[in-house]
Structure formats: structure tokens, C-alpha cells
């Protein structure tokens, strides 16, 4: 079982290029979220997705589409990477009830730095 | 910004010892919950406190909440080397809609052996 897998683990970019981050989970989580976590800021949102086929947008939106055609998958885009965007991406899902106090499950990260 | 402040930002202990960490935030919520972050790797939950509750208790974890003052606090007992890593407070707010969570800016505990 191996939880939230994120891939890759580590990618240098140039300006303007764009690429595409992979997330996916075993746990048949109905929720899942991408964040940046830069030095001094936590983890900020970046968008989510309450199920297949549903994205939203959350505190950081710009700069990055997502798309959640499977249940299992949660892919994080950028489309013209730009020195800002450096950060570490963290991917986490989690299981809905109507109290909403289920942990959200983390996975290793993907380190990005842009050029 | 929405989000929590956690003090100190960092707190450097011997081995045996206890550690207690603080967190601010700035709405209504539905729960409170803590996480730890090993260096290099994602965040592991420890702890959920709901709004209702006023101390809870997990091995060597007490977590308490004060709702009037917005405010939480993480004390891990007698602590391990093991234990070096961040630790961060969420909250979820009152009445959202999805479980959107606001993550607080961490404290970085260094046990010493």
C-alpha cells in the first residue's frame, strides 16, 4: 500500500518551459490537493478537487491548471514556468464525511526549481 | 494571508525533556489538527482536535484549544531524538464547505541526545 506517490522527485526547469507533476493515490480518496511550501510560508493551497472530474481553485491559484480525469490520479501543470514557481509541491488526498475531520494524507514532494 | 502563526519558529531541546509549541489562528473553525514534517519527506497528521473540545491526548501528544482565544497548543512529553522535525497547526474552518484546510508556518524542534 503505498499511499500518495508523487512523480518525480526532483526537476530543474528554464524559464518559460512547461511542465506537468503526477499524483497519484491507493487509498481511494475522494479528495485531493496540491500545495507549495516556500521557506517561512507553510504550505499554501494551490487547487483541489473533490472528485473525479472536479478541480478548484485555492489560495494560489495562478500559474497552474489541474485536471482529475481519474479518481486515483490528481495532475498538477504548469504551463510557462517562471523563477516564482520555485517551491516544493506537495500532493495530499483524504477520505469526505459530512464533519469533515478526516487527516489528509501527504505525499514526499516534488522539489522544482526554475532557471 | 489566512493563515496561522505558530510560535516559537523554532526551539531547540535536550533529549527527556518536554516540548511545547503555540498556534494562532484568525476564523471560526471546525477542527483543529497537527501535523509533523520530517526533513526532506511530506507531512504525517498527528492529532485532530474538534471545535468542541478542549484538550485531547495521544500517546505522548496533548493538544489543547482555547476557541476564545483562537489559539492551540502541542506538547510532546519526554522527547526523543526522533521527535526532530517541524510541526505544523491546520484548521479547518467553520461552516466550509469542503475540508479545505489552512496550514500555520511550523516550529522546528531539534531534540538533542
Known amino acids: 500500500n503505498a499511499g500518495v506517490t508523487q512523480t518525480p522527485k526532483f526537476r530543474v526547469l528554464k524559464t518559460g518551459q512547461s511542465m506537468t507533476l503526477l499524483c497519484a493515490q491507493d487509498?481511494?480518496?475522494?479528495?485531493m490537493y496540491w500545495y507549495r511550501q516556500d521557506p517561512g510560508m507553510g504550505l499554501r493551497l494551490i487547487h483541489y478537487?473533490?472528485?473525479?472530474?472536479?478541480?478548484a481553485k485555492g489560495e494560489v491559484p495562478d500559474g497552474y491548471n489541474v485536471s482529475r480525469l481519474k479518481k486515483q490520479n490528481f495532475l498538477l501543470g504548469l504551463e510557462s514556468a517562471a523563477p516564482s514557481q520555485t517551491s516544493v509541491y506537495f500532493c495530499?488526498?483524504?477520505?469526505?464525511?459530512?464533519?469533515?475531520?478526516?487527516?489528509?494524507?501527504f505525499g514526499d514532494g516534488t522539489r522544482l526549481s526554475i532557471l | 494571508s489566512q493563515q496561522g502563526e505558530e510560535d516559537p519558529q523554532a526551539l531547540s531541546i535536550q533529549e527527556g525533556e518536554n516540548a511545547t509549541m503555540n498556534c494562532s489562528y484568525k476564523?471560526?473553525?471546525?477542527?483543529l489538527q497537527w501535523y509533523r514534517q520530517n526533513s526532506g519527506r511530506g507531512l504525517v497528521h498527528l492529532i485532530l482536535?474538534?471545535?468542541?473540545?478542549r484538550e485531547k491526548h495521544s500517546g505522548r501528544l496533548r493538544v489543547t484549544l482555547d476557541t476564545s482565544k483562537k489559539s492551540s497548543s502541542l506538547l510532546i512529553t519526554a522527547s526523543r531524538a526522533a521527535d526532530t522535525a517541524s510541526y505544523f497547526c491546520?484548521?479547518?474552518?467553520?461552516?466550509?464547505?469542503?475540508?479545505?484546510?489552512?496550514f500555520g508556518t511550523g516550529t522546528l524542534l531539534a531534540v538533542q541526545p
Open positions: 495530499a488526498s483524504s477520505w469526505v464525511q459530512g464533519n469533515f475531520d478526516q487527516p489528509q494524507h
Open positions: 487509498m481511494n480518496h475522494e479528495y
Open positions: 478537487s473533490v472528485g473525479e472530474g472536479t478541480t
Open positions: 476564523t471560526s473553525i471546525n477542527n
Open positions: 482536535i474538534r471545535s468542541n473540545e
Open positions: 491546520a484548521t479547518l474552518e467553520k461552516g466550509g464547505a469542503t475540508n479545505k484546510l489552512i
